[in-house]
């Protein structure tokens, strides 16, 4: 498991949805629980919203998938299922521009 990989998560209350880890690969080797970006997984067939970015096959995803990047979480590693892929590196920077964007991180 690393940075910028795509699993699925299996939500209790609704269908798995597909997460972006974004914790660093020594968090992801060393920790119990890491940092993911929650997507919906259903076909997205709107503008996406201020706080999303929009993946797709080129991130190994089957169609169109928002990405959000408002809230990040802290999940148990041991419970994402089925790897789907891994963000581009374009969308590795539109993550990064987002996240700074939407948690508005003050420089020094």
């Known amino acids: 498991m690393k940075q910028w990989d ?6 209790t209350q609704e269908r798995p949805h597909p997460t972006v880890v974004v914790s660093h690969d ?4 060393r920790c119990e629980q890491i940092n993911v970006l929650i997507c ?3 076909q997205l067939n709107r503008a996406p919203a201020d706080h999303e970015i929009v993946l797709d096959e080129a991130d190994g995803l089957d169609w169109k998938t928002a990405c959000r990047c408002d ?12 790897m789907r892929g891994h963000a ?4 590795q920077r539109q993550i990064a521009r ?3 964007e939407c948690l508005r991180f003050k420089p020094w």
Do not use: G
């Open 98 to 100: 987002k996240l700074n």
């Open 40 to 42: 919906s997984f259903a």
């Open 88 to 91: 581009s590196r374009e969308r």
């Open 26 to 29: 020594d968090r992801c080797e």
């Open 6 to 11: 795509i699993y699925l998560f299996p939500f």
């Open 71 to 82: 809230v990040i979480y802290l999940l148990p590693k041991a419970e994402l299922r089925e």
